[in-house]
């Protein structure tokens, strides 16, 4: 199944089922509202279909909380090798993530504003899951069971306070939490059955990044180190995974310009548009606002 979040001619955001092209409204409040009532219940309760062209793509949930992993290895080399080190062997131990801001999250078509404090503004190229059903101490091979959905994650960055401030030790914080952006769609995992490769929420789907309709970043989430029922059983370790939480992958490899650039740029600038295709997810498409 596809579901979005939509505005309505009556500038309402509704959840929708998205199928055959079209989005039907569904009677809940929110995504967090559909996910507690289950896929079975909400198409169900389907309203009619609006007219085509209707309905502006929004962002595809609010999170309850927004982590983000470091799971590709190809990505994690590059950006070690860029600052100049190793990747740390703790790395190879257990998945590692950081919690960024679920308050200032966009959607497909929104305008990403350019932070007044930096000049080194990344896109990132990830995929994202919503947790459906609550859980803690999950095991990775029952990781697949508490998934609502994935869709696609543009984790922005803004690399010279990122790089800043990780010299401290406490990971990014302002070099990431002015912009996350979701969507266009959530996709359940059986909607991708056909492409899964034996490893829990991983699936073989390709992906890909253009900046002013030019492809920059190539790669596929079948190449991801840490699965995600691995990165589920880590997140839950003595901690409750609730409905509506979000945890994005970690960028996959050549999915960013640090890795492309070897950390030096050029950067993003005002007004360029940066969209991220994956397979059966669709194209989250951003431009880049004015500097403040």
């Not at 002015?178 to 969507?183: D, M, P, Q, T």
């Not at 994005?248 to 950067?267: A, F, I, Y």
Request: proline content about 7%; overall charge negative; glycine content about 10%.
């Amino acid at each position: 199944m596809y579901f979005a979040t939509i505005s309505t001619p009556q500038n309402k955001s509704v959840p929708a089922l998205f199928k055959d092209g079209l989005y039907y409204p569904l009677p809940y409040p929110d995504m967090r509202a559909v996910i507690e009532a289950g896929t079975d219940e909400v198409v169900r309760c389907a309203l009619s279909p609006l007219p085509m062209g209707e309905g502006r793509v929004m962002a595809v949930i609010r999170p309850t909380t927004l982590r983000d992993a470091y799971a590709f290895e190809q990505h994690v080399k590059t950006a070690n090798k860029n600052r100049g080190r190793d990747v740390p062997k703790e790395w190879y131990d257990f998945p590692v993530f950081y919690y960024t801001n679920p308050h200032s999250i966009f959607g497909p078509g929104d305008e990403i504003p350019y932070p007044p404090y930096t000049s080194a503004l990344d896109y990132e190229l990830e995929i994202a899951i919503i947790i459906g059903k609550a859980g803690m101490n999950i095991k990775p091979e029952e990781a697949e069971k508490h998934i609502f959905g994935y869709t696609i994650f543009n984790d922005w960055s803004a690399r010279d306070v990122q790089r800043a401030e990780m010299k401290v030790g406490l990971g990014p914080a302002k070099g990431k939490d002015f912009a996350s952006s979701l969507g266009p769609l959530i996709v359940t995992r059986e909607a991708l059955a056909d492409r899964a490769v034996g490893r829990a929420g991983v699936y073989d789907l390709e992906m890909r990044a253009r900046v002013n309709g030019v492809e920059m970043s190539r790669g596929n989430l079948k190449d991801i180190f840490w699965s995600f029922g691995e990165i589920i059983a880590r997140a839950s370790e003595s901690a409750m995974l609730q409905p509506g939480d979000v945890i994005g992958s970690g960028t996959v490899g050549t999915g960013c310009l640090l890795e492309l650039t070897k950390g030096e740029g050029p950067w993003l600038k005002p007004g360029d548009v940066v969209e991220l295709e994956v397979e059966r997810i669709g194209i989250l498409r951003n431009t880049i606002g004015r500097k403040a």
